[in-house]
């Protein structure tokens, strides 16, 4: 079978995303089975399409009541075929779908996933704020934290002789964001040390640019709007931030080149990057921690592309 597919990406985190109500994908809508199997392949970025994750949107009970709606319900697939739901960009792509296709019936969207629902609010037709839970420290309690408990995600560090302060911060994963004060100690040796006494933890830079601002910088493979909502946290619980503020994810290039294959009947290109490229954004999220028992995350999503795949069934 064909499978048609839209690729978008948060500031270079890449998803696809298959609407299984689609006439033409009514075997996915029917054998939930093959998802698994269908991720695998298509995610591959050697043999496949590639991307961080696939979301399948539609169900039985949805294919039946079409039109815009409050609730999306939706499964999300990662390479090795298992279901995650962890991370906000996902949610973001969906919203940007949603809001494009007509799937919404008003200015917010339920977003229901096996693991529960999420809830997104349309900012404007490209950027939309994702509710997330309060965040937790990361001891033995895993508590929630509040303003006023640094002390509990707090780590002191010295590093090549100089004090050095990092937060633990958890949402769907652990964060160790640290501070980076001038001149020293390097950004490298921050992120090799932390990633020594905190293995599990994805590893943030910090580098406040004002109170409005905090720059960061996280591995490529992390998920953007986590990864802000947690250099937010430690800029507060740090003093050096309000309540709200802009997190700028400072990642690799302003574009991304894609495979060009080539028209029917033509010798496709050589390089396997010689395709469009299409610009991405630094990552400039707005986040908002006014409230206890949630923080906001706005951001914007955008297209890569659309396509085909096809995808051979047993």
């Excluded at 690799?252 to 028209?263: E, K, L, V």
Aim: charged letters at 25%.
């Amino acid at each position: 079978m064909t499978v048609a597919f839209y690729k978008l990406h948060v500031s270079g985190d890449d998803f696809l995303l298959v609407d299984r109500t689609k006439p033409a994908h009514e075997t996915l809508l029917a054998r939930p089975e093959l998802l698994g199997d269908l991720s695998r392949a298509i995610l591959d970025r050697r043999r496949g399409v590639g991307a961080s994750a696939i979301i399948f949107t539609g169900s039985p009970a949805i294919s039946k009541t079409p039109g815009p709606r409050d609730t999306l319900p939706v499964r999300i697939f990662r390479r090795d075929g298992s279901e995650d739901y962890k991370g906000g960009d996902q949610y973001l792509c969906i919203a940007r779908w949603a809001f494009d296709t007509g799937q919404l019936a008003g200015a917010r969207i339920s977003i229901s996933t096996p693991s529960g629902d999420r809830l997104i609010s349309v900012v404007d037709s490209r950027s939309f704020s994702l509710e997330m839970p309060p965040p937790r420290s990361l001891d033995n309690s895993e508590r929630e934290l509040e303003h006023g408990s640094a002390r509990d995600a707090r780590l002191d560090l010295v590093l090549d002789g100089v004090p050095a302060t990092a937060w633990l911060v958890g949402f769907g994963r652990p964060y160790a964001v640290a501070i980076r004060t001038e001149p020293e100690p390097k950004i490298r040796r921050i992120r090799a040390a932390l990633s020594v006494a905190v293995p599990d933890a994805c590893v943030v830079v910090l580098s406040p640019a004002g109170r409005d601002l905090v720059r960061f910088i996280a591995p490529e493979s992390a998920d953007r709007v986590e990864a802000s909502a947690a250099s937010l946290v430690a800029a507060i619980l740090s003093g050096r931030t309000d309540d709200e503020a802009a997190a700028e994810w400072r990642g690799r290039g302003p574009a991304a080149a894609f495979a060009d294959f080539g028209t029917p009947g033509t010798k496709p290109p050589v390089s396997i990057d010689s395709g469009p490229a299409v610009l991405i954004d630094r990552g400039r999220f707005y986040v908002d921690w006014k409230r206890r028992d949630r923080i906001l995350v706005t951001g914007n999503a955008e297209y890569a592309f659309e396509g085909n795949f096809d995808y051979f069934i047993d």
